[in-house]
């Protein structure tokens, strides 16, 4: 009798465990997705999830890739933001890998556009090996060697590289070793010819083998440090051997049921997202049409307030103390500036504000695996092609993030953009973004991840594609197509596409909300930097779907159990 007990209890057992897999197995998705806008990184992210690596090892390979093809908007030689998704252990976290102020950046005076003196102490060699030793399951070599392969063999020019070295081929042609990658024969290389990038491969195999160390102590460090010296660039060997990677607290707050989780300061993009955000709760908007002008007029005056506190009130939370981060996302806040939004008071500046110039040249992907893990990556050298410079026989060029810090007494810069003292350049500091990776939650689970380059229109981005998805409940598709709308509070005007404010819109708007709109269509903002890459995750399908922008050239990937789709 007893062992007939016993033998009931042990079958009872193997029966629960059974089940408990099978439940495991079950809720692992069909596939993992990698969305970028260059189909050569997202490939290269696809294949290191098909070899076993994780959301973080895709990133790390799409990353690296990007920096290689796409070097207009990011590479080794500048820095980024990442918010992670860990679904084991439902763990967010917000990586800060951007670039940090040189020691002497007070010493010498503000030259931050082109050359090595705009560039910023580089931080994507070692936010990637941070997220790589802490997060993910490759080795260094499994994550980065395709990426060498492509640097050596070489990648068709597409239409933004085209575009990028077109605009600034006479700064190119400032430094020789640049001109040599990007101006063969001192021409612009036209869409569809192949660069190949010898030197950067190497610079990569050296990474490859050395790590962080290389980068920021070995030979790369003096060869980058002494070669910019001779220019006039002032970073040293202890810049770069003192550069600390910072895990930061996400911020997250609630809209309409969701959850809304994005980048904290440095980056003014959660900041704006959620305050913007949380003023709309105020307000019925699912009740409107999407291109109602009612709607877009409540959309207008949301990111008014919100790029007002912006200009005013955010920097580097390791500078300045006093950030009260919990009241501009607060939603007592919020309603107080719904209620001057019902009386039709304008937003007004509370403080003295000064020249901040961040540049629309950043990239963003996006990345789930099949276990559900999800990277979020925003990355940038600033400008197109960052400070122009390469260092001479490494292929990297360095950034020009430099140039987002506020300076006293200056004037808005092409983008009318403008910030506060609390934006003033001082050693080690980060300059204020607008970069935003952002990740929603339904009951505790993520169902979007997206993000999105363009300087500050990378804020309205990212708003617009979640009221368009929350408010008026369109699928991911149709919400990263849908037409947006972008006001950055000064210069005092709307910025938007023809699909969402048309002639007939732009008249109302004009009469009954006295709202300018440019004049110029040859104006910076006739051309939008704007591309969502978005994955939705459908939790109860246990499917995944990416989204890459319209607006640009696409680059989704899925990887699948049967092998790869491209």
Same mark, same amino acid.
């Given at each position: ?53 994780? @959301? ?60 090595? /003196? ?30 060498? /392969? ?5 990648? !068709? ?38 660069? /190949? ?270 009221? @368009? ?26 910025? @938007? ?20 709109? !440019?004049?110029?269509? /040859? ?44």
């Amino acid at each position: 009798m007893q062992r007939v007990k016993f033998f009931f209890i042990k079958l009872i057992t193997v029966i629960l465990l059974l089940q408990c897999l099978q439940v495991e197995a079950k809720q692992q998705f069909s596939q993992g997705v990698v969305v970028s806008k260059n189909e050569i990184a997202s490939k290269v992210g696809a294949d290191i999830l098909a070899k076993g690596g994780n @959301a973080i090892d895709a990133a790390i390979g799409t990353g690296y890739t990007i920096g290689v093809v796409e070097p207009q908007g990011s590479g080794i030689g500048g820095g980024g933001f990442a918010l992670i998704y860990l679904a084991k252990t439902k763990k967010l976290i917000a990586v800060d890998f951007r670039e940090r102020a040189p020691q002497n950046i007070n010493k010498y005076p503000y030259e931050f556009r082109i050359g090595p /003196k705009a560039a910023g102490i580089p931080g994507t060699v070692a936010g990637l090996e941070y997220l790589r030793k802490k997060y993910g399951k490759l080795d260094r070599k499994q994550d980065i060697e395709p990426v060498i /392969k492509v640097a050596r063999q070489g990648f !068709p020019v597409n239409k933004t590289l085209n575009y990028a070295i077109t605009v600034q081929q006479e700064n190119i042609r400032k430094f020789e070793s640049t001109k040599k990658i990007y101006l063969p024969n001192d021409k612009v290389p036209q869409i569809g010819d192949v660069i /190949k990038q010898i030197d950067l491969a190497n610079s990569l195999e050296k990474i490859e083998k050395g790590g962080t160390q290389e980068f920021y102590e070995g030979g790369l460090a003096k060869t980058i440090t002494d070669e910019a010296q001779k220019v006039g660039g002032f970073l040293t060997l202890n810049d770069l051997k003192n550069y600390k990677v910072h895990e930061v607290q996400p911020i997250c707050s609630t809209y309409r049921g969701k959850k809304i989780c994005s980048f904290p300061p440095p980056s003014s993009g959660g900041v704006c997202i959620i305050e913007a955000l949380n003023i709309l709760e105020n307000f019925n908007m699912p009740s409107y049409q999407y291109t109602s002008p009612e709607r877009i007029h409540y959309v207008i005056e949301a990111l008014k307030f919100s790029f007002a506190d912006r200009a005013t009130k955010l920097g580097d939370p390791r500078f300045n103390k006093d950030l009260n981060i919990n009241e501009l996302t607060s939603k007592d806040y919020a309603k107080k500036i719904a209620e001057r939004i019902k009386t039709s008071e304008k937003a007004i500046p509370s403080s003295k504000v000064y020249e901040t110039a961040e540049k629309p040249q950043t990239t963003h992907f996006t990345v789930a695996d099949k276990d559900g893990n999800i990277v979020a990556m925003t990355m940038s050298l600033n400008g197109h092609l960052g400070s122009k410079f390469v260092v001479p026989d490494t292929g990297i060029l360095l950034n020009n993030t430099l140039d987002d810090f506020s300076l006293p007494d200056s004037k808005p810069n092409q983008f009318g953009l403008i910030g506060n003292d609390k934006n003033f350049p001082a050693p080690d500091k980060t300059p204020l973004s607008s970069m935003s990776p952002t990740i929603v939650f339904d009951n505790d689970k993520p169902v979007l991840a997206l993000g999105s380059p363009g300087g500050p229109t990378i804020i309205s981005a990212v708003f617009n594609t979640l009221l @368009a998805y929350i408010d008026n409940q369109m699928t991911v598709e149709q919400a990263v197509a849908a037409g947006r709308v972008h006001h950055q509070w000064m210069p005092d005007e709307v910025y @938007a596409e023809k699909s969402l404010i048309d002639e007939k819109t732009q008249k109302t708007l004009e009469d009954k909300y006295n709202y300018n709109f !440019p004049k110029d269509n /040859k104006s910076v903002w006739s051309r939008f930097y704007w591309n969502i890459q978005a994955i939705e995750l459908n939790q109860n399908k246990q499917s995944l779907k990416g989204v890459s922008d319209p607006r640009t050239e696409q680059g989704v990937v899925y990887e699948k159990k049967l092998g790869i789709l491209y």
